[in-house]
């Protein structure tokens, strides 16, 4: 009997030693007009493809103006406002966080202008001139915005809003929580290259490991990586003119709108990719600092310590360059 209890205590204390045996799993699929790619780390399978979908539908049902029955639709459709379910209710609540936070350079309501040069759900034939712009800047002001419980409420009917310019970080920020319910602790989360990670990959316990976009001499030309993050955890979003365009009598006009001037960002920057901690706050900064160009958003990263930066500009020789936060150096792999 004792020899027996002995080679049971021998085979416990064996067992608790053993190293888990990970698995890599992987789930790829389209949403929002883009792709997502997953990658987690545990012994076992613990979220399937089919449960991301669903999470991601029901975003779609609420977030997206591509909808014409999403609740973002009604609320542009209607007058007054409507009940908020609580992905809507939590990205309007960061969205007047951030406008506050940059003095109304994040702003939500310039849907009626970013239709008119030709970047919503409908394609205008000719570019505004100055006096539609003047109209539609009438409408746009997220202090025409009032949230009243769950209201979301507009003091002026033609108020519109568009959330693409945080949407997504909200979505990778839903399915990473989703992933940490299941118990996952180690993934990696992108959706249209908004990108959210924790942990480490497994078995070696490396950090993850992401790849800075970087456009060549010709901003409009596909991209290439340049530099390599390396974290354990936060997100890394990246904003930039050469991302979305279209041409209109010979010129590239950019979907990063202005809300001060009402016309598409014309400055040095190129692009900005920034780290937080969570994917929803840096979606929404990248696009602000993208509009301050390089020396304002250089400075008001850097009297922040939940924000790191890099940007890629073009010099006045028409050179491209780029440079960062210094919180952002310390990311970068040696």
Known sequence: MRNLCVLLLALLS???????????????????????????????????????????????????????????????????????????????????????????????????????????????????????IKKLKSCVNSNYLRIKGNRLLKRKPCVQIDVNGIAQGYSVDVLAGFLEQQGVQHYLVELGGEIRVKGHKQPGNEKMKIGIEAPSDDLFEPSMMQKILVLDQGAITTSGSYRKFHESDGKKITHIIDPRTGYPTQNELISVTVYARDAMTADAFDNALMVMGLKNALHWVEQRKDLAAHFIYRTPDGAVADTASASFYKLLQR
Do not use: E
């Not at 929002?32 to 779609?60: C, E, M, N, W």
């Not at 049902?61 to 542009?76: D, E, G, T, V």
């Not at 809507?88 to 007047?96: E, G």
């Open 14 to 132: 064996l067992s608790m030693t053993q190293k888990p045996q990970w698995l890599r799993i992987q789930l790829n699929g389209t949403a929002q007009g883009t792709t997502y790619h997953i990658t987690y780390y545990a012994p076992d399978s613990l979220v399937t493809q089919k449960q991301i979908d669903s999470i991601l539908i029901r975003i779609d049902n609420s977030l997206s103006i591509y909808k014409p029955q999403s609740l973002i639709s009604r609320f542009n459709q209607s007058t007054i406002g409507i009940t908020m379910d609580s992905h809507l209710k939590n990205v309007i609540r960061q969205s007047l966080q951030t406008c506050r936070q940059t003095n109304g350079i994040f702003d939500i309501t310039l849907l009626p202008l970013v239709q008119a040069w030709g970047f919503g759900p409908t394609k205008n034939g000719q570019l505004p001139d100055s006096n539609t």
